[in-house]
């Protein structure tokens, strides 16, 4: 989903929030496109380059085609980094804890509702791995079943 759609989503509960508290506000918004940063990361692993343009071009292509390239961990989509996030920002201020989890839970939730609608379309849909020890144990190369050699 491109950003300016999770941006555009998300003023709605962003808004809601903002009855209760501007600082929840603004922590749910910023965490729901922020998210979103770990494209840039993925890009840079794979490609070496921060070329913001041709990152922002790539990623639309790969979006326009449903072209993916394998299966990618974006770290922080993940239920891992979700809980992570929370607990440490809470140490410091609950409010803003309470915006970023939602803001993430939020983002993931549109991103898991777009890759069922391509599913029901029947395009090429993609998941991404919501969590890293799932990913871990179904694509890690060192725990992939090797085939077993007849002796
Ligand atoms: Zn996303």
């Not at 506000?25 to 490609?47: C, E, K, R, V």
């Not at 980094?81 to 989890?101: D, S």
């Amino acid at each position: 989903m491109y950003p300016i759609i999770h941006l555009l989503i998300g003023i709605i509960p962003a808004f809601l929030f903002s009855l209760i508290s501007k600082e929840l506000a603004i922590s749910f918004l910023l965490a729901s496109i922020l998210i979103d940063l770990d494209h840039i990361f993925n890009y840079f692993y794979y490609y070496k380059g921060l070329n913001f343009i041709e990152i922002y071009n790539f990623y639309v292509y790969r979006k326009k085609t449903k072209r993916h390239i394998g299966k990618q961990i974006y770290i922080f989509h993940t239920i891992e980094f979700l809980v992570i996030a929370t607990v440490v920002i809470a140490t410091f201020n609950k409010n803003i804890a309470f915006g970023v989890f939602w803001g993430l839970l939020f983002h993931t939730g549109c991103d898991l509702l777009e890759g069922l609608i391509d599913k029901i379309k029947q395009n090429n849909h993609h998941f991404k791995p919501f969590s890293i020890i799932y990913y871990t144990l179904k694509y890690h190369p060192k725990l992939q079943k090797k085939p077993q050699i007849p002796l």
